[in-house]
């Protein structure tokens, strides 16, 4: 069983490291989209949602905001095009019609331009993070009574669509804005930290993390990953000749993102066992499904990108 964890894990990390580096950034969100789907759609059978209708409903939900966000910079240059016509329509009108008031005000009205808008959607990594963080505070606290709360199948569909489609979006805006180098970073982050917990969990591991959702997960498996981020901050940090400040900023940055992979992993555990379930699906052999092989990710990628955010923000 293990070597075949250890094959497909190989293979998929091989295909994610060439499609990090050869995709443009439009197939490389593509790409993304397509397994948050895969996702989505795994999610749908663990909370509940079994009719193929209401399933391929959910899907759609999930890609009309995939749409709207992908084409955002198109969408406000429309914008702001139709508000030109307007503004010109208008004062056309007002003319015609020898309103000089409204003509005179219309000719003289500067109409804000859009498309300066367009950073606005950076501010939309706030409510995943803060969401995460709640979620680390609550398995953390009383990981026992979250088996008690019973919320409705609605309610559990659009918990996993936000956090599914934040995941994809700031994934892909990580990979556009900042490089195949610091998407490839992420992950690796991610992947090394996950096979640090494991290993040092199985030779070390005494103390139960959450034992009421994932017996096999250690707090020394924990401080095992959040070990090997700091080294992950550090290296990365000396490859590129961070200065100081910045090298400590993304050496935090890599254990809190780690911290945060960690309680995202729990939180999709917990999914699965209130629906009784080992693994969210079978598409991948010793792994189980999508959901159990990017839980971390899509819990750490909102996080990851607001931290990478305020750090170039202090280098420019």
């Known amino acids: 069983m293990l070597i075949q964890r250890i094959i497909t894990a190989v293979i998929l990390a091989m295909l994610i490291s060439l499609a990090v580096f050869l995709l443009p950034a439009e197939y490389f969100s593509l790409l993304l989209a397509l397994i948050t789907l895969l996702a989505a759609w795994e999610w749908s059978n663990l909370v509940g949602i079994y009719s193929p209708s209401k399933r391929g409903l959910f899907l759609l939900a999930l890609i009309a905001p995939m749409l709207w966000l992908h084409f955002w910079t198109q969408f406000l240059e429309a914008c702001a095009h139709f508000l030109e016509l307007g503004q010109q329509a208008i004062y056309q009108s007002a003319k015609s019609a020898d309103w000089t008031s409204l003509s005179s005000f219309m000719e003289s009205f500067d109409i804000p331009d859009v498309r300066t808008y ?84 199985k030779k070390f591991g005494k103390n139960k993390l959450a034992p009421d959702i994932s017996p096999g997960k250690t707090i020394e498996g924990m401080y095992g990953a959040l070990i090997a981020g700091l080294v992950c901050g550090i290296a990365i940090s000396l490859i590129y000749g961070f200065q100081f400040i910045i090298a400590a900023d993304f050496a935090l940055l890599s254990v809190i993102t780690v911290l945060i992979s960690i309680y995202g992993d729990l939180f999709f555990s917990l999914a699965k066992r209130l629906r009784g379930v080992k693994d969210s699906g079978t598409l991948l052999p010793g792994h189980g499904g999508i959901l159990d092989r990017i839980d971390s990710i899509i819990a750490a990628a909102p996080f990851f990108y607001a931290g990478i955010i305020l750090i170039y923000r202090q280098v420019s």
């Not at 950073?119 to 008690?148: H, K, Y």
């Not at 199948?153 to 556009?176: D, E, P, Q, T």
């Not at 180098?181 to 969990?201: H, K, N, P, Q, R």
């Open 118 to 201: 367009s950073g606005i959607l950076e501010w939309l990594v706030i409510p995943p993070v803060l969401f995460w963080i709640l979620v680390m505070i609550l398995i953390r606290n009383s990981s026992a009574g979250l088996f008690n709360l019973h919320l409705r199948i609605r309610y559990k569909a659009l918990i996993g669509w936000f956090a599914l489609l934040a995941s994809w979006m700031f994934l892909s805006r990580l990979s556009a804005f900042y490089g195949p180098e610091m998407t490839m970073y992420f992950l690796i982050l991610i992947w090394v930290a996950d096979i640090s917990a494991y290993f040092v969990g």
